[in-house]
């Protein structure tokens, strides 16, 4: 039986590392980056989404509360107005039958009439608030969906970027960072605007 030839396999192996090395080991390390990029950049997008929906959630409820303050004011209101009313009724009892009204009925009416004016203002007062907190909620809650936008855009390109790593693919990788570069845009709207 003839001896078998020995191949070097060893030397041989180290050769095609070195080639898949020098051909893919630079793309991978760049896509690599670019995914570690894009995961903390969705992150923050993730964060400032969270705070800006919970931020909203809080003006909303302040509106609310502010606005049931404002509906308690007008109906204080109202009553006053009914004390009010049932003074003047007095008042008009009185004249009716020819007689002057006693003078505590002229204060009582009067003093009603007051204090809805003052109740009034403050019941006014209370809406202009409350429509100040609504309005901030909606701003936060148009950044929120942008912040959420920025997020799936994100999500998308980190996913694309493990397919170009699966698949050596440079166009896949190539709208990987296009897709990042956009939710970055998206991420940089928001605090564009506030500045």
Same mark, same amino acid.
Request: aromatic share 6%; hydrophobic share 45%; no cysteine.
């Given at each position: ?19 898949? &090395? ?24 993730s ?60 204060? &009582?009416?009067?003093?009603?009439t007051?204090?809805q ?9 209370? &809406?202009?608030?409350?429509? &100040? ?12 969906? =942008? ?24 166009? +896949?990788?190539?709208?990987? +960072? ?10 940089? =709207? ?6």
């Amino acid at each position: 039986m003839p001896e078998e030839i020995e191949i070097d396999t060893d030397s041989l192996r180290e050769k095609i590392a070195e080639e898949h &090395e020098k051909r893919g080991g630079s793309f991978l390390r760049w896509i690599s980056l670019t995914t570690a990029l894009l995961a903390a950049l969705a992150a923050i997008a993730s964060l400032k989404a969270g705070a800006t929906v919970n931020e909203a959630l809080v003006l909303k409820t302040d509106a609310t509360r502010i606005q049931a303050q404002a509906s308690d004011q007008w109906a204080y209101y109202q009553a006053k107005g009914i004390k009010g009313a049932v003074a003047q009724s007095g008042i008009n009892t009185w004249e009716a039958a020819g007689k002057s009204a006693p003078p505590r009925l002229s204060s &009582e009416a009067a003093r009603y009439t007051a204090q809805q004016d003052t109740i009034s203002r403050k019941a006014t007062e209370l &809406e202009h608030q409350r429509d &100040e907190k609504s309005r901030e909620a909606e701003v936060l809650l148009s950044q929120h969906h =942008i912040y959420a936008a920025a997020v799936a855009l994100l999500q998308i390109s980190i996913a694309l970027g493990a397919i170009a790593a699966l698949t050596g693919s440079r166009v +896949v990788w190539f709208g990987s +960072v296009g897709l990042g570069v956009i939710a970055a845009i998206l991420l940089a =709207i928001p605090l564009v605007r506030a500045s």
